[in-house]
């Protein structure tokens, strides 16, 4: 019988098989290195020279933050005075040139700022003594603590004998009037003034010569948190704090020394401020992620910065993050302990580690260590040692809001006189004002602050 040679045999059917694409578009490329505008462990350079892949730190869209601006760590600026806008051997070289004048005539309309009642404000405290003359200016009413009066005349400012070009002192009286509307607890008619301003990365707000910003770094600031909350976006005012750090990042990689140490505290400002409006828009996981990415950039040194991402981590209920956070710390008089035993519901040793922090500290610094041990004792069950503290701080000169809304929830408890206890309390306060025992700045209260 002949044999067949399968070999010699023509070509069989070919089966359907997978073959490795050539392709060389769909070979996965290594990534690139990425940094976001919020790293501040190093300003981004102009060129990365290796290709190693590094971890993007960034975080989800949030909301607004602390209603007042802090102040910038290696200035002197006080909440109430924003500081002028950067870049100032660029105005120093275009000295000589005539700069075109922007008109803002739109921000001097009356109709923007709101009127202001004097139904917020206790009886007490509408007495002609406590009054500042109509003649005080602005700085004075900002220095005793005239918020409200001070509110008034920057709006009087703006709409009345204010150049529509003097942008230097239409920002400067506008921050004032936002800033002292938000001290006053009308954060809402903020929110709708600050809308005039409309969209501050224009490049109508920039020198058309030097491209300099012509809005103060602390109104910008400001604004972002006041717009979120006025147009209901809470988005809009984590973008705007990205595009911020952005260009924080931008102008700190142009400079040194100093300059670029304000503008590093600008940018890990920002990061703190992103963090706390993702905790105000109730994304705690996004908040926690993007805290982890901040605390790997933390230094040693930093310890006002590390206090801050403590109290975040608390806010989010993260209690591991935050002990982690203390132990790292060098500093034996922190709170932190005392705060983590709070949040942790252990009350007994909170006020053992309170009562311990008020006599290592001065009298006048141990205020809010004497305030919180009293609040660990009324949740032990000891509220005639609350009453006896909180009360004592009062009669010491001291009267900030969480003290008195403290104590006259404290009377609320204790009987059913609470309403003219409160009342009694207001008169004491305002008393003190007027004989110059309150030790804080600031003559007025309001009917928050009592629980009235």
Not at 126 to 147: C, D, E
Request: some cysteine.
């Amino acid at each position: 019988m002949e044999k067949h040679d399968r070999s010699s045999t023509p070509s069989s059917p070919k089966r359907h098989g997978r073959q490795q694409s050539l392709d060389e578009r769909r070979r996965a490329t290594p990534r690139r290195a990425v940094k976001g505008p919020l790293d501040t462990d190093e300003y981004v350079k102009a060129r990365i020279r290796d290709r190693k892949i590094v971890k993007v730190l960034g975080s989800p869209l949030g909301a607004p933050v602390s209603p007042i601006p802090s102040p910038l760590p290696g200035t002197r600026q006080t909440p109430l005075s924003p500081s002028s806008p950067s870049h100032l051997s660029a105005e120093a070289a275009m000295g000589g040139v005539e700069h075109p004048a922007r008109d803002f005539g739109y921000l001097l309309k009356p109709e923007i700022y709101h009127p202001l009642s004097q139904l917020e404000v206790p009886p007490p405290f509408r007495a002609p003594a406590l009054q500042p003359p109509s003649s005080t200016p602005l700085p004075t009413l900002l220095s005793t603590g005239h918020f409200r009066r001070a509110a008034i005349l920057s709006a009087h400012l703006l709409t009345t004998s204010t150049p529509p070009t003097a942008h230097t002192q239409i920002f400067h009286l506008l921050y004032v009037r936002l800033t002292t509307l938000t001290l006053i607890n009308a954060t809402p008619l903020a929110a709708q003034e600050v809308k005039a301003l409309e969209d501050l990365s224009s490049s109508y707000y920039r020198d058309p010569l030097t491209n300099v910003h012509l809005v103060p770094w602390e109104l910008r600031v400001l604004a972002v948190r006041l717009q979120g909350i006025g147009f209901g976006d809470w988005r809009r005012g984590i973008m705007g704090y990205y595009e911020l750090a952005r260009e924080a990042r931008a102008e700190g990689g142009k400079t040194s020394g100093e300059e670029r140490e304000v503008w590093r505290g600008r940018l890990r400002d920002l990061g703190v401020r992103v963090g706390n409006a993702l905790v105000e828009m109730g994304d705690l996981e996004g908040a926690g992620r993007h805290l982890e990415g901040l605390r790997e950039a933390l230094e040693a040194d930093e310890e006002g910065y590390r206090e801050k991402l403590a109290l975040l981590h608390l806010r989010i209920g993260n209690l591991p993050a935050a002990q982690s956070l203390f132990h790292s710390s060098p500093n034996t008089t922190s709170p932190l302990p005392a705060l983590i035993s709070m949040a942790s519901g252990d009350f007994e040793t909170a006020a053992t580690l309170w009562s311990a922090l008020t006599t290592k500290e001065p009298l006048g610094n141990n205020t809010l260590a004497r305030q919180n041990l009293a609040i660990c004792l009324l949740y032990t069950g000891k509220l005639s040692e609350t009453r006896r503290i909180l009360e004592e701080l009062v009669d010491g000169g001291w009267a900030f809001h969480g003290l008195l809304w403290n104590l006259s929830t404290v009377y609320e408890l204790c009987t059913e006189r609470a309403v003219d206890l409160k009342g009694e309390l207001a008169e004491r306060v305002a008393r003190g004002v007027e004989e110059g025992k309150v030790e804080e700045v600031g003559g007025e209260r309001l009917n928050g602050d009592f629980k009235l």
